[in-house]
Structures are given as C-alpha cells and as structure tokens.
C-alpha cells in the first residue's frame, strides 16, 4: 500500500464534540464521576477550555451563566491564598480558626486550574487575592527545590516531591507574579528549581524526565512535559538563537539536555495500538514474531524486503516479546519530507543518515495509524499525542512528529462516534481524554479549532488575555505559540 494513495477518510467531527462538552457542562456527569467531585475544578477547567477550543464557548453559554461560573471558581478561593479543587471542604470564613484550617485547603492543581477557567472567562481577576497566593505558593517549596501540593497542619508541606507540583508552581508564578519583583513579596528559589527538574532525568542518556520522587523511577511522556514546560515558563529553556534567559540566570539546561528529552520523545511515536477493548497493559504481550506490528485493526501488517521507505529495529521487553519501533530511511515517492520519525530523526533541521540497520521492512500501511505511548514498549494512548507532541513544538521541534499519521490516529482510532475521545481504540470518551485528544489537534492547526498555547494548553487568546492582566506587562519570557516563534 502506497500512503499517496491512501484515501482521506479522517473527518474532526466538531459537531459531535460540540454536542459531547455541552452535555458536560450543562447536564449531570456519568456517576463514574463522583469519585472526582474534590477535582470539579479540574473537571470544570478541561469542559470550559473544550469549548473554547472549538470557539463556542460565548455562542452556546450566556453571560449571567459565564458569570456564574467566575463566582462559582472564586467561591473556591482559599482566604489564605490559592483556590480549592472544589467547594466540598469550605465550611465558612466564620468557622475557620488555626486549629481545623488544615481540612481545608487550597492546593496547586485547583489553583492553576481556577487561574486558567477566569482567564478562559475573561474575567478582570481583580478578585484574585494576588499577594496571598504568591505567599502561599513560596511556603510549597521544599528543600530540595520541589513542591508540596499544599499545606498541612501547622503548615507542613504536604504531598511527596513531584515534577507536577513544579510545574504548576512554575505556571502559578508566571501568571501571577510582576516583572519586578514585590518588595514585600518572597519569591520561589528558581535557580533549587530548576537544578531539582534537571537532576529528575531517568536513567542514562538519552532518556528523559521521571515523577522527581526517586532517581530509578522510569521516564514518562507526561512528567516530560510538566518538566520542561517548568524549565520555560522559568526561562530555563532559551529559545534558539536567544541567549537573554541563560544571561539571567546560573541554572539553564545546556543543549545535550535538551537533544535528549527530544530525542527521547522522538521515539514514543509507534504504531503499536491497542485492539478495541484491550488494556494498554497488555503491551506486554505483544507478538514475538517480528515480522508482525499491532496497527488496531484486528490484522498484523505484512512485513516487505523490497519495500524501500521504512525500517524496523526489534527490542526486547522483559518478557522477551519483540517491541517493534518505526526509523525512516527515504522518503516515500512524491513526498518531500518523512511522514514518521523515530530512530535516526534529525533534531535539527539537517539531514541524517537513517538506513534501516538491517534488512528488515515494513509495507507502508503500517504508518497509517500513528501515536504516542507514555513510556517505552506500551501502547499508544491518546492523551500521550498531547504531552509528548505538545513538548516537541514547545521546545521548537514540531517537524519531528508525524502529523498526517498521528491525525488518523486521533480521529479513526479514538474519536468517539457521540464526541469526545477514549484513551484507547474502542474505550467510551472521557473527560480528560477528550480534551487533550482535542489539545492535541489544535496544536496541529485542526481546522475549527482554535489556536493553542503548548506550554499552558489553553488557547493563545485566553493566554493573551492572562498577559493583559496590569501586572503581566512586558513580561519577558512568554510561552510559544505552536509555531516556534516566541511572542510577547
């Protein structure tokens, strides 16, 4: 099969996704849901930021109700700084006393969350108790540099040290915090920070990013991008050709840093989909026949020792199955670049030798279908297009992925015939899935969709709007906006 050939039978089905965040915002969830009312804010951020996207928000919502929902994220204000996940825990500013505070308190993920839905809004955010909050969040940092989810009784940090707590402290600080700082203000230690981020690099290189709680843990694609989308939004991480952010500061990812995560990411892109039901668990049990690669179709692809395009390189997984990963070799014909980079991907924009190291092919309808997994020899899921695709463009390297074949993957694979996406082929949409599947195509400029920040994952227009905020003027370091390019 000649991917030149293949008909377009891929369709974003906006009306459908339209039809699937209404229902969530304006109808009871599925009861599978109640487990995560203490994250309704979460919830609340990912329903509202979905119709953002996909430019409805204003059409289908009327101001009293867009009003509602910016009192209804301040009721979750905490009074001594940040907001809650969720109005379950506030018993009333008249009750509270030092002795029972600590049953209610506010933490990172509500407050980013909170942060993000009133920029989404376009509220003013001139109820955001600012001081307060950049107080609290200096109180979260650990000594190793990390961050707690919050605080305890007695003011203990509480929640292990990990990458995700960095990040939304990173992404905290950059919304709220001056250009200059405040006097009477004490702000994070950035330089323990970042030197905390850089040492969470699992294993030898190349490798990537792991949770930060201990130094064997295994890379992920998830923890990856929390990293390194810390590292930016901290200046950490200077945009090429841009030497401002390491003059103004000691602590900066050198550039083999940096090859390294890409390089790393460069290779979750696989075509090993899970079959309609079957767990991603399951990637263990791959086939051992390497002449077999899981496209999620029922069938194996055949294996050609004539076909020209594209190799294969087998590993072993700890159970002995072969894990087959996709390298290009030469382009397909009438095509003028790789459809699908993997092994031997130039992280640059000059070419690189990438023969197949052996004589092993594979026909080309095996690329077809292409997604990431999270971490090595598992299965593709949807929520992985997100955060190792969107790291890539972040760090200015979109021309890596595959974008025509992560496409079909999105929506023949996972979109869901009522709207939404399922984490794997065949699995009912879910709230989270289907937002970052959505993320995912907005950062691949999805016709109907809206523009989207790869650092924030909220549109450009709601981060535009969190940089109009009186205090965000003339910030130095702003997020990219998809297309490599760095915009104040």
Known sequence: MSLSNVPERSAFARDRHVKYWLRCLKTFLPHLYTSNDSNRMTLALFTLSA????GVLHEYTTPSERSHYIDWIYHCQ???GGFRGFTGTNFGNANRNVENEHWDPANLAGTFFALAGLAILGDSMKRVKRKECLEWLAKLQLEDGSFGEGLGK????????DIRYCFLAAVTRWILKDRVQLDDVEDIDVDKLATFIMASKAGPSPSTLHSGQASCHEAHAGFTYN???ALFLLGRL?????TSAASRSTV???ESFVQDVVHWLVYRQTTILADDGQDSEVADAQPSNVH???LGTHQSARVSHDAPHVGLEGSLDHHGAQIQQLIPSQNPPGRDTPLFHVLGASIDDSPQDTSPPASLQIDEGALLWVGFSGRCNKFADTCYSWWAGSTLIMLGKAHLLSFNAIRRYLLEKTQHIVGGFGKLPGDPPDILHSYLGLAALAAMKEPGLRSI???LCISLSAREHLESMPWRQDSHIAPQDGSGDMQK
């Open 154 to 161: 007695n003011g203990k940090i509480e929640g292990d040290p």
């Open 227 to 229: 990293g390194m989308g």
């Open 78 to 80: 905490h009074p001594s």
């Open 252 to 254: 900066v990812a050198d």
């Open 453 to 455: 920040d790869p650092t």
């Open 51 to 54: 119709l953002d996207l996909l």
């Open 292 to 294: 077999e690669v899981f």
């Open 238 to 242: 200077p945009p090429p050709n841009d």
